[in-house]
Each structure stands twice: as structure tokens, then as C-alpha cells.
């Protein structure tokens, strides 16, 4: 039995692809829509579909992903992706990483030591380094 393909597997890999695999290009440069569609393993016709559904996921969250280290929350990966559909292409920025403080009941920018700690290199971008895209 095959996995099912769920717009949570495709934001799971486009994230994956994005951090992990730097083939898929630098996201704050901008990287082609149809390489983006490739590299998800989608067709022109599925693409068609999935498409608007990860620009829409895109527009209202980031790339996030989490994990708990000694029994603590923390976002290893945070990255704000936008598609420009004028010119086809992807943009994105790193955002801070956060840490859940349970003393407060939600998430705060972790320090740099805190960084250190958790042995994670970082570096967020205050607004996107490509500043002629267009929302």
C-alpha cells in the first residue's frame, strides 16, 4: 500500500527540500516554480492542483518544524515562503526560532545561547533579501 499524498506530506517535503537538500535552490533568491514542481515529484496536471493549495498554505503559515529536546519544544526549522505568481517563482526568508515557554504558556524568540545549547545554526533575515518580488 503506497502512502497517501496530502498537502501536509508536500509542505512537509517542500520544507525538507528547502532546509535539508540545497539543490532545490537559495529560497531567498527565489527559485523557479517548475523546479519547485519537479523536485515535489509532481506533474504538470497534479502540479495544477497542489499549486494553489501551497500558495494559500504558504500565505497564512510558515515552514515549521519542531521537536522536543529534553522535554523541551523548540522549532528547529522556521521559514516564511511566498510565490510570486507574475514571475513563477519562490521566495523565502528565515525567521527566528522559537522556544515554547511553558512558565508563559507560548512561544518566545530563543536566545543565542540557547541556540548554542541545542547546537542549531540559524540565522534569521529580517524582510526578504529579493526585494522586487511582489506579494
Given amino acids: 500500500m503506497s502512502k497517501a499524498i496530502t498537502l501536509?506530506?508536500?509542505?512537509?517535503?517542500f520544507r525538507y527540500l528547502l532546509h535539508e537538500v540545497k539543490e532545490i535552490g537559495d529560497f531567498?533568491?527565489?527559485?523557479?516554480?517548475?523546479?519547485?514542481?519537479?523536485?515535489l515529484g509532481a506533474t504538470p496536471q497534479s502540479w495544477s492542483r497542489y499549486r494553489p493549495k501551497l500558495v494559500q498554505y504558504c500565505q497564512y503559515n510558515?515552514?515549521?518544524?519542531?521537536?522536543?529536546?529534553d522535554g523541551v519544544t523548540i522549532e528547529t526549522i522556521n521559514i516564511t515562503m511566498e510565490y510570486d505568481k507574475k514571475r513563477k517563482m519562490w521566495y523565502g526568508k528565515r525567521n527566528p526560532l522559537r522556544l515554547k515557554d511553558?512558565?508563559?504558556s507560548s512561544y518566545?524568540?530563543?536566545?543565542?545561547?540557547e541556540l548554542e545549547e541545542y547546537d542549531i545554526l540559524?540565522?534569521?533575515?529580517?524582510?526578504?533579501?529579493?526585494t522586487h518580488h511582489t506579494k
Avoid: C
Avoid at 518566545?108 to 545561547?113: F, I, L
Fill in 8 to 13: 501536509e506530506s508536500k509542505t512537509d517535503y
Fill in 28 to 39: 531567498r533568491f527565489g527559485i523557479p516554480d517548475v523546479t519547485v514542481m519537479e523536485k
Fill in 62 to 69: 510558515n515552514l515549521i518544524k519542531e521537536e522536543k529536546r
Fill in 102 to 104: 511553558d512558565s508563559i
Fill in 108 to 113: 518566545r524568540p530563543m536566545t543565542s545561547e
Fill in 122 to 130: 540559524w540565522f534569521a533575515e529580517d524582510d526578504f533579501m529579493y
